[in-house]
């Protein structure tokens, strides 16, 4: 199995306190990418990262920003949590990005009241 | 843009029966394709995959052909068992690109 870590496992929280998840490899891949999963929906790119310091928008970005200033984290911040916000959140990994399969970590859960 | 459209579910199946989950996709040239599987409290594991056409993506018993002509990846098992039960779905990344884009997922029951 791909070494991806994130934490926490679950959260909850209450609707306008910001939220931080954090996404830890062990690979050293070069490319880094936030998920939601929803009933209905499959899984939604929220942001991703192609290195240090890069990163760019996925089709759900709106409400969420995202760091990454190791190769090995990449963290997802809600600034302002809403329950529209509650969701499982996956990280992936991948190589060289390109066509290339991505691989999962074990997902958050996180509630927002 | 690019979609993935999967079979509704939930496909309920007794066990070591043959098994088809629908898959079609919309993109322009030359996808990859991707078969992922989750089972319950754990996140997506990949199952298979294929990156031009007529590739055929085997594991564990599964089994996906990448048809062109027909825009289809459908994931097929010759005899399922109780512990295959699980969501899978189907997936691309467009020809250069570096992004997933996943089709809704079908959950997948089978009893003993």
């Known amino acids: 199995d791909a070494g991806i870590t994130q934490s926490p496992r679950h959260k909850v929280t209450e609707t306008g306190t910001p939220v931080t998840l954090r996404c830890h490899q062990t690979e050293n891949h070069r490319y880094m990418y936030w998920y939601r999963q929803d009933p209905g929906h499959g899984l939604r790119l929220i942001h991703y990262?192609?290195?240090?310091?890069?990163?760019d928008k996925g089709e759900v970005s709106d409400g969420y920003s995202v760091s990454r200033s190791k190769t090995e984290d990449f963290l997802l911040t809600l600034e302002s949590a809403t329950s529209s916000q509650t969701s499982v959140y996956f990280c992936a990994i991948s190589e060289s990005g390109v066509r290339e399969a991505q691989f999962f970590g074990p997902g958050t859960r996180l509630t927002v009241l | 843009g690019d979609s993935v459209t999967q079979m509704e579910g939930p496909v309920t199946l007794s066990e070591e029966a043959f098994l088809t989950i629908n898959c079609t996709y919309t993109a322009t040239g030359y996808p990859s394709l991707f078969w992922y599987v989750q089972y319950p409290g754990e996140g997506l594991q990949l199952l298979l995959k294929?990156?031009?056409?007529?590739d055929k993506g085997s594991n564990k018993g599964f089994e996906a052909t990448y048809r062109k002509e027909t825009t289809s990846f459908h994931l097929e098992k010759g005899s399922v068992q109780v512990s295959d039960s699980a969501v899978y779905f189907c997936?691309?990344?467009?020809?250069?690109?570096?992004?997933?884009?996943f089709g809704a997922g079908t959950i997948l029951r089978v009893k003993s």
């Open positions: 294929a990156t031009k056409a007529d």
């Open positions: 997936a691309l990344i467009k020809e250069y690109g570096n992004k997933l884009v």
């Open positions: 990262s192609y290195g240090v310091k890069d990163t």
